[in-house]
């Protein structure tokens, strides 16, 4: 994950300091004595012109040392060389800038989180007094703290359930799932339930994608091999009708949760969002998750908000983070929103599901 950003840090650091480095002591400077004063006439030197000279070139000399030498413009300003203090200066950030830019959109970061990191961490960065050994800590730790204002710390699932659960009004947690067409929503709906009964918290599955060929089987396969029930209708029938059935079940038999497939679709289909404002408005889930793939990069943002805009998601679950090995769409999603990424999808299996750790996501970067 971000496996470039360590090495990077340390080079633009390596970079300043070099820039940093004292200047060579230039060499003394011999005091040059005008040949008049010593050769006032062709013969006889006159000594007392002559010491008088030397004393006011001796006297020049000083004064020139002890008048400090014109600040230096480049990536810092040496602003007290004696202790070896740099500033990191806004013209030359911009070089660098371009190049965190690259690394960032390189590991799926969308351009626009992009640009808002890279102001951050220059207000952060630009002007402030360092030590030269300072500078790699600076920039990581600025980044760092970016990063974590970012990321909006996950909750526990199954928490939230105990919650409603131990309510007097027994009313089951329900949970929707979202996203555009094989994002990996039905097997992220297996891999939840299958955690869910392995804590002793019980489900059923709605099968409410009706429209996509051989979901309803799709999703029946899974329940089977987990063990919790799928409420079903037929192919075209009322997806909201679907989930509230669902619902009504899980009171009536005491479910704890119950789980909603929904079908995919794309962000743009304005027809296909109302479709799923309907199916919200029908069975008030407690949680909204967006499902999105993490290689998605860019065009997760688009997604997400779209999404967003129409249902108002509570959280996402970032699968096939056993192909992207890079974390940028965690970062992009996770701003753009300001939900918490609640897991990251790593495989097939239904324990290829891990909560997202957020210290570790962030060690992972390198920062
Ligand atoms: N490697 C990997 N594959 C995954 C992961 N999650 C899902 N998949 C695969 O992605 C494909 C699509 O997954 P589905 O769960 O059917 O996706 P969906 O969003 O329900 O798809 P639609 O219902 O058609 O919109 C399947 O082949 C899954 O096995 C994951 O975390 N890692
Ligand atoms: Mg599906």
């Not at 012109?49 to 030498?69: F, G, H, I, M, W």
């Not at 626009?112 to 030269?132: F, N, P, Q, Y």
């Not at 970016?146 to 359930?161: G, H, N, R």
């Not at 009004?169 to 392995?198: M, Q, R, W």
Request: a neutral charge; proline letters at 4%.
């Amino acid at each position: 994950m971000f496996n470039k950003l360590r090495e990077r840090i340390q080079n633009w650091t390596k970079k300043i300091t070099e820039k940093a480095k004292e200047p060579e002591e230039e060499p003394k400077k011999e005091i040059k004595v005008p040949m008049k004063a010593i050769l006032p006439g062709v013969y006889e030197p006159d000594l007392d012109k002559l010491k008088e000279t030397v004393e006011e070139l001796v006297k020049q000399e000083k004064q020139k040392e002890e008048t400090p030498a014109p600040e230096k413009e480049g990536f810092f300003k040496r602003i007290a060389s004696k202790v070896n203090k740099v500033q990191i200066s806004e013209q030359d950030f911009e070089i660098y800038s371009e190049e965190l830019e690259m690394l960032l959109l390189e590991n799926n970061v969308a351009l626009e989180v992009a640009e808002k990191m890279i102001k951050e961490l220059k207000e952060r960065v630009i002007g402030k007094e360092l030590l030269k050994k300072e500078i790699e800590y600076e920039i990581k730790d600025s980044l760092r703290t970016i990063v974590e204002e970012i990321l909006v710390p996950p909750f526990d699932i199954s928490e939230k359930i105990r919650e409603k659960i131990s309510d007097q009004a027994k009313e089951p947690y329900v949970i929707l799932f979202c996203g555009i067409n094989g994002s990996g929503k039905t097997t992220t709906i297996a891999k939840i339930a299958d955690s869910l009964v392995k804590k002793k918290i019980s489900c059923v599955i709605a099968a409410s994608d009706t429209f996509r060929a051989a979901s309803i089987e799709q999703i029946k396969e899974h329940a089977e091999k987990i063990g919790v029930k799928v409420i079903s209708s037929d192919y075209g029938s009322d997806p909201a009708s679907v989930a509230f059935d669902a619902v009504k079940y899980a009171k009536k038999n005491s479910i704890d949760c119950v789980l909603v497939d929904t079908a995919g679709r794309m962000h743009t289909a304005k027809n296909l969002l109302k479709e799923i404002e309907k199916i919200v408005k029908v069975c008030k889930p407690d949680l909204k998750i967006f499902v999105g793939e993490s290689i998605t990069g860019n065009d997760a943002i688009e997604q997400v908000k779209s999404f967003n805009w129409a249902i108002g998601i509570d959280g996402i679950v970032l699968t096939k983070a056993d192909i992207d090995e890079k974390g940028g769409t965690a970062l992009s999603v996770g701003y753009v929103t300001k939900k918490p990424i609640l897991y990251l999808g790593t495989g097939q299996a239904y324990s290829s599901i891990e909560p997202f750790n957020k210290q570790k996501f962030i060690e992972r970067l390198g920062l």
